[in-house]
């Protein structure tokens, strides 16, 4: 078991942590601090999401890496295409024809 504790770094959430620290010291267990953030979604490429820049991050202030990286996918995803419809194909006829 661990104790995890979600942070948006507000001064409730500060004293949220302390809290949960203390439980995690109590219990001999570790803590995970969470931060959760929503990005907006371009779209999926073989299944995989691909986020759109949002400000102030690497990839907006380098669209030439944030190519690369979504190309990247696009390849590796695309070289996997065969295999994942073989796999498919097997999963429908088994489940078909039992």
Known sequence: MNVVC???FSRSAGRAAVVAAGLARK?????YLVHVMRLPVAGTIGGEVITLPIPGFAFRRNARVHADLIKRLWFDQTDMMP???RILAERRRRFVHG
Do not use: K, W
């Not at 219990?27 to 803590?31: C, E, K």
């Open 27 to 31: 219990l001999g267990v570790d803590l």
């Open 83 to 85: 295999y994942r419809r």
């Open 6 to 8: 979600g942070t948006d």
